[in-house]
């Protein structure tokens, strides 16, 4: 399992449009507004590396509005840990 979290620029005012369309991909996991430097937070898993860099490349970064995107790749054998 491949797991990254995205840091989504958009312009301003399309933010809920974009979550929406964020929303609908089958390896969103999380999707988020926030307040900052980025306007959303989004959480990716997938299958392999390989779905996972088709979402992000081909599918999250072509919605029209979005201006930029920091990824952050997760490296599964370090922490692991859920704190409440």
Do not use: W
Not at 18 to 45: P, Q
């Amino acid at each position: 399992m491949s797991t990254a979290y995205i840091l989504v620029n958009c312009t301003l005012g399309s933010e809920e449009r974009i979550i929406d369309e964020i929303a609908k991909l089958s390896d969103v996991k999380e999707v988020r507004g926030t307040y900052g430097v980025h306007d959303i937070f989004v959480k990716v898993k997938s299958d392999n590396t390989e779905t996972m860099n088709h979402t992000i490349t081909s599918k999250i970064r072509k919605i029209p509005g979005i201006t930029s995107t920091v990824t952050l790749v997760v490296i599964e054998e370090q922490g692991g840990k859920e704190i409440s």
